[in-house]
Nanobody, 126 residues
Framework: QVQLVESGGGSVQAGGSLRLSCVAS????????MGWFRQAPGKEREGVAA???????SYADSVKGRFTISKDNAKNTVFLQMNSLKPEDTAMYYC????????????????????WGQGTQVIVSS
């Protein structure tokens, strides 16, 4: 079974940066998606960023220009570089993976991802 192990969460001040990492076990799909989702207390889980096996990406409007998703294929690792953090970014962040359903910019819908990490907490103070 695919396992996703996350790290990099923590507490930072507004305007600061964090880099989240997600290490995945070997994946059998030739075309796959990996993404980052977040959920704050009392709010629905939302897609933040996603990347496919060809490095096509998608971003939520709220993080465009501030967050960057990337990957290192040799290390089976996906990253989320988060810059210019805002208090609104405070949430539990989850790494997810799944079979790609189409080519091009991947989905940001949680229902399209079948594997999930344990989550890592990000707290941004003002």
């Amino acid at each position: 079974q695919v396992q996703l192990v996350e790290s990099g969460g923590g507490s930072v001040q507004a305007g600061g940066s964090l880099r989240l990492s997600c290490v995945a076990s070997a994946y059998t799909y030739s075309h796959y998606w990996m993404g980052w989702f977040r959920q704050a207390p009392g709010k629905e889980r939302e897609g933040v960023a996603a990347i496919d096996s060809d490095r096509s990406t998608s971003y939520a409007d709220s993080v465009k220009g501030r967050f960057t998703i990337s990957k290192d294929n040799a290390k089976n690792t996906v990253f989320l570089q988060m810059n210019s953090l805002k208090p609104e970014d405070t949430a539990m962040y989850y790494c997810a993976a799944g079979r790609a359903l189409w080519f091009g910019s991947p989905s940001l819908s949680e229902n399209d991802f079948g594997y999930w990490g344990q989550g890592t907490q990000v707290i941004v103070s003002s």
